[in-house]
């Protein structure tokens, strides 16, 4: 199957939780890897920054490729970097199912996304809480997945901008059918029934599973309340 396959496969009918490994232990990767296996994820989020487009810096290919050797779930890669092009294949190379750039790091995003299509990497484009949802617009047809960040990129940790949610509420409106739409920064259990209810159903949470002991619990519990936003 090929990447972008693995990425639909996974689709967007039930919600699906994406830890971030940020904030992980990288002394100790694969039993971290394997602790989030055994807690049932179903994909990783790998935050990849750059120091320069966002003012933290956290690691790139050689982790990404690391963690492809530990595991087979499917791997996210949110590029918060400058000029992502640069670096599209080297992060296909890396063993990336899905990538996802900032709108605010390009010019134009259609010669990107082709190239992940043609690659059969699936593609996202990435909104900042300040970026209107008409960068994007035009391009949603061509993209697989619409990350929209609750957060301004950068850090973990950050309290949850409620902006998303009128973002994520209005391209769920569209009903664009192909796309999923993912949500990231400051989902816990306090926010994360909000998200799914506003339309997202990946949901990238870093230190709301991270700062907890027990990760299967904690995911677990996410997952309850993720549900509870279906029915609302
Ligand atoms: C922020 C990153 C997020 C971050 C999420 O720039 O893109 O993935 O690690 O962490 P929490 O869930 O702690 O906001
Ligand atoms: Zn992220």
Request: charged share 20%; glycine share 8%.
């Amino acid at each position: 199957m090929s990447s972008r396959d693995r990425i639909l496969t996974l689709g967007s009918a039930e919600p699906v939780i994406l830890p971030s490994l940020l904030m992980c232990d990288f002394g100790n990767l694969e039993r971290e890897i394997r602790a989030l296996e055994d807690a049932g994820c179903q994909a990783l989020h790998l935050d990849v920054m750059d120091g320069v487009f966002v003012p933290n810096l956290s690691y790139g290919m050689p982790i990404v490729e690391a963690i492809r050797k530990l595991t087979d779930l499917p791997l996210d890669t949110h590029l918060m970097i400058q000029d992502p092009g640069k670096y599209l294949e080297a992060f296909i190379d890396a063993g990336s199912d899905l990538i996802s750039f900032h709108a605010e790091a390009v010019a134009d995003p259609a010669p990107l996304l082709a190239k992940l299509r043609q690659a059969n990497v699936a593609s996202g484009l990435v909104v900042n809480p300040g970026t209107s949802l008409n960068a994007v617009s035009h391009h949603l047809d061509a993209c697989d997945l619409l990350l929209v960040m609750s957060v301004d990129a950068g850090f973990g940790g950050q309290a949850f901008n409620p902006v998303a949610l009128d973002k994520l509420a209005s391209v769920a409106g569209e009903r664009r059918e192909h796309l999923i739409l993912e949500v990231d920064g400051g989902v816990n259990l306090d926010t994360i029934s909000e998200c799914v209810r506003a339309g997202a159903r990946w949901l990238v949470v870093g230190s709301a599973i991270f700062r907890q002991s027990d990760y299967t619990a904690a995911i677990r519990l996410l997952q309850e309340q993720a549900r509870l936003g279906l029915n609302a």
